[in-house]
């Protein structure tokens, strides 16, 4: 028998029989994980399981390759904070859609969990929320291996005037750099490269071009699959906001 305990976030859950269900949750030191959580449409435990909770979780089965069993215990519910605003729903939504998806099968990513329950805990303030989703969408592609080098223009080494980003190397291009070439390169506003704060239209720009590296080349590397579209609404509840 195998077993383990830890503190993860609730990343999704699907019925499983009659009163099961099976849940995904990124824990600490064991990465993203699924197991079945008995009697998880009752009335007590349902509420528990919440996309974007945090919880305790003690996993159990006969063999490391078999889906195991999940019990669950309550630490930090957000459902009613998620429920009564429409920017923290979307935000939540899409956090828990892109673990979900790219977080490799039982690996661990500490810091980026770590980084993950601060945005959560962060949902509801509406101030400072978009800009914190994008340094944790950067940071979500820096863990993953397909991070943007910003530093210094990838032609000529300055770091001045730099408003491009390269889409073949995730480079910084400065305009004097970029000539005939520029309409083919992606935008890089202030705010992308860490210069200050910016207003939601500034930080929707930086996300369309983090977005091109999580489609075209972070999702990509996975096979078959689509960025979920629970990211294309909250690019528009930040739009909105």
């Not at 077993?3 to 099961?20: M, N, Q, V, Y």
């Not at 009613?80 to 979900?100: E, I, P, T, W, Y």
């Not at 340094?135 to 530093?151: I, N, V, Y």
């Amino acid at each position: 028998m195998i077993e383990w305990r830890d503190e993860a976030l609730l990343l999704a859950t699907r019925p499983f029989g009659e009163t099961s269900v099976i849940v995904a949750v990124f824990a600490a030191a064991h990465g993203r994980s699924a197991g079945v959580v008995r009697g998880g449409t009752s009335r007590k435990i349902a509420p528990i399981l919440q996309p974007g909770a945090q919880i305790s979780v003690a996993w159990k089965a006969r063999l490391e390759s078999h889906l195991g069993a999940f019990t669950v215990e309550p630490v930090r519910s957000r459902a009613a904070v998620a429920m009564g605003d429409r920017l923290a729903l979307a935000g939540l939504n899409a956090v828990c859609a892109l673990l979900a998806l790219v977080l490799p099968e039982g690996e661990a990513h500490p810091k980026l969990y770590a980084r993950s329950v601060a945005l959560l805990d962060l949902l509801g303030q509406s101030d400072v929320w978009p800009l914190a989703y994008l340094r944790w969408e950067q940071a979500l592609l820096d863990e993953m291996g397909f991070g943007m080098d910003l530093s210094a223009c990838a032609v000529r080494g300055t770091n001045e005037e730099l408003i491009y980003v390269s889409p073949k190397s995730g480079r910084a291009v400065s305009r004097q750099a970029a000539g005939e070439w520029a309409d083919r390169l992606l935008p890089l506003p202030p705010v992308l490269a860490g210069q200050g704060d910016a207003d939601n239209a500034q930080i929707v720009t930086a996300l369309r071009t983090t977005g091109y590296f999580l489609e075209r080349r972070l999702i990509a590397s996975l096979g078959d699959r689509q960025v979920p579209s629970a990211r294309a609404r909250l690019i528009d509840a930040i739009g909105r906001a």
